[in-house]
């Protein structure tokens, strides 16, 4: 079932400048952070992984709130700038709230994952398993998120 947002007639006055600078930003940061985690001290691989994709999800979420914030929709492969301008602030965030809603609730089910997962003991091939599926699973459930 596909989900479509109106779009507004006509673009809007004060979208802004198109630009990547954020986006680029916060992908410098995020592999910076992922690079130094594997030197955390006194950590076994299996705390390192568990960590590194909480990160990941985390990121993810991350990013899509900072896009809803700035609507900047564009910056998703399937918008044009053009279309994000055009959209309207009520349906540019619409759309990028469906986004960040999807991210945000696997980040947090997966989060309480890893510490049963920790706790328990679980194979790391268990909890690499469940987050390959899981967030191409997320991935691909928002490409029904349309504009109209």
């Not at 479509?4 to 006509?10: L, Q, R």
């Not at 590194?52 to 609507?71: D, R």
């Amino acid at each position: 079932m596909e989900e479509k947002i109106n779009m507004e007639a006509g673009m809007e006055k004060e979208y802004g400048e198109k630009s990547y600078k954020g986006f680029a930003g916060l992908m410098s940061l995020f592999v910076l952070l992922m690079f130094l985690l594997p030197f955390i001290p006194n950590a076994g691989a299996e705390l390192i992984s568990i960590i590194i994709f909480n990160g990941m999800n985390l990121w993810m979420a991350l990013l899509t709130w900072v896009i809803y914030k700035t609507e900047k929709i564009y910056w998703y492969t399937d918008m044009s700038y053009e279309e994000a301008a055009k959209a309207g602030t009520d349906n540019r965030k619409k759309y990028a709230i469906r986004h960040f809603k999807r991210f945000a609730l696997f980040a947090a089910a997966f989060a309480l994952y890893s510490v049963i997962s920790y706790l328990l003991r679980v194979p790391l091939m268990a909890d690499i398993l469940l987050e390959t599926i899981g967030i191409v699973a997320v991935a691909v459930s928002t490409i029904n998120i349309k504009l109209e």
